[in-house]
């Protein structure tokens, strides 16, 4: 959604008219029907959802994950045409997934994935549990040659024994093990340098390093 089509001497008039405009669908297309010049719109009758907001584009994506979500990515007659990376299949050992999507390249050695997107290229250690969250993955592999030559850097992806409910993870993260991200409704917007907490979903920003055994968010009712 979101696509305009203007004629460019009516674009620049309108800019020139209203200078201190800056959203089409909210200002400057009503003002134009206002003001008389001929608009048209085609009326879009498939799929489709907000994704404004970090609760909107979190409850998107994992609707995916359902079993018969409202978007489905594997219909015959509307095919999804993804951008090809050439990597390797998804390698999973000794994980329990429920309703969950892993996309190629990653490593997965979690105890369990319940209700998650995993992007490309992500690792996630053993005994890792996670819940209701979104890993974007990461843009390259980390080569295992790095991982031992620095044994004392936490390495690229999800680190053993950590736990991860009501989260979004973003890209080339290194969390630690034994950490607890933990978003819910009752925890306050925040932020931090390596996270943020909106709308009780905790957002651990790209690049961030969690240390072993951080706990983020609210951990009421839980055993530590």
Same mark, same amino acid.
Not at 46 to 54: A, E, F, N, P, Q
């Given at each position: 959604?979101?696509?305009?089509?203007?004629?460019?001497?009516?674009?620049?008039?309108?800019?020139?008219?209203?200078?201190?405009?800056?959203?089409?669908?909210?200002?400057?297309?009503?003002?134009?029907?206002?003001?008389?010049?001929?608009?048209?719109?085609?009326?879009?009758?498939?799929?489709?959802?907000?994704?404004?907001?970090?609760?909107?584009?979190?409850?998107?994506?994992?609707?995916?994950?359902?079993?018969?979500?409202?978007?489905?990515? $594997?219909?015959?007659?509307?095919? /999804?045409?993804?951008? =090809?990376?050439?990597? %390797?299949?998804?390698?999973?050992? !000794? #994980?329990? @997934?429920?309703?969950?999507?892993?996309?190629?390249?990653?490593?997965?050695?979690?105890?369990?994935?319940?209700?998650?997107?995993?992007?490309?290229?992500?690792?996630?250690?053993?005994?890792?549990?996670?819940?209701?969250?979104?890993?974007?993955?990461?843009?390259? $592999?980390?080569?295992?040659?790095? /991982?031992?030559?620095? =044994?004392?850097?936490? %390495?690229?992806?999800?680190?053993? !024994? #950590?736990? @991860?409910?009501?989260?979004?993870?973003?890209?080339?993260?290194?969390?630690?093990?034994?950490?607890?991200?933990?978003?819910?409704?009752?925890?306050?917007?925040?932020?931090?340098?390596?996270?943020?907490?909106?709308?009780?979903?905790?957002?651990?920003?790209?690049?961030?390093?969690?240390?072993?055994?951080?706990?983020?968010?609210?951990?009421?009712?839980?055993?530590?």
């Amino acid at each position: 959604m979101g696509i305009y089509i203007f004629n460019r001497k009516l674009l620049n008039d309108l800019f020139d008219t209203y200078p201190n405009d800056t959203d089409f669908g909210k200002e400057l297309i009503p003002k134009a029907i206002q003001g008389g010049y001929k608009v048209a719109s085609y009326s879009y009758r498939g799929y489709w959802t907000d994704i404004g907001t970090i609760a909107s584009f979190f409850d998107a994506n994992l609707s995916l994950a359902d079993p018969i979500p409202e978007f489905n990515m $594997f219909d015959e007659n509307n095919m /999804i045409y993804t951008r =090809p990376r050439m990597l %390797p299949p998804a390698k999973i050992s !000794g #994980t329990t @997934i429920k309703h969950s999507i892993v996309a190629e390249g990653s490593i997965v050695h979690a105890e369990s994935l319940e209700r998650c997107i995993i992007g490309v290229r992500s690792r996630i250690g053993k005994g890792a549990r996670l819940k209701n969250c979104i890993t974007m993955g990461n843009d390259y $592999f980390q080569t295992l040659a790095e /991982i031992v030559l620095k =044994p004392e850097e936490i %390495p690229m992806g999800i680190g053993e !024994g #950590t736990y @991860i409910e009501q989260a979004i993870i973003d890209k080339d993260c290194r969390i630690g093990k034994n950490v607890i991200i933990r978003g819910t409704e009752n925890l306050p917007n925040s932020e931090s340098s390596v996270h943020c907490s909106v709308d009780g979903i905790i957002v651990v920003k790209k690049g961030a390093v969690i240390p072993d055994g951080s706990i983020i968010g609210d951990v009421t009712g839980m055993k530590v």
